[in-house]
């Protein structure tokens, strides 16, 4: 069984190595090579991550492109610390950059697609 570290570890090459071939992330692809007690871990994991208010912040930084951190945060209005943690951990799994711009840290989505099965 994966821990969470290699879990972690193993998102982030998959979604690199997707980078390289398409700018895509295809879910079905990783499972097939990953095999299915991964595959079962990974979707428990990218539940973990992947929570509604991440996937607000996601698709807020897509659509309004804030400026900041504390300009995504007024707009999701949520507080800037949950916010900041939020998008540490979608940094973390190479979801989005975060640009230093000035004083200020400007969120960049990483990926033009990420493809999630909603059936297995």
Do not use: Q
């Amino acid at each position: 069984m994966l821990d969470e570290e290699k879990a972690k570890i193993f998102i982030k090459y998959i979604i690199n190595l997707s980078r390289a071939v398409d700018n895509s992330f295809d879910y079905g692809v990783m499972t097939r090579i990953a095999g299915k007690e991964t595959e079962r871990f990974l979707n428990k994991s990218l539940e973990k991550i992947l929570t509604p208010g991440r996937m607000e912040l996601l698709r807020t930084i897509t659509e309004k492109k804030p400026k900041s951190v504390g300009e995504l945060a007024k707009s999701v209005k949520r507080p800037l610390e949950s916010v900041s943690r939020d998008l540490g951990i979608l940094t973390n799994y190479g979801l989005l950059s975060l640009i230093k711009v000035g004083k200020t840290k400007k969120p960049e989505i990483e990926k033009d697609m990420l493809m999630i099965p909603l059936k297995t």
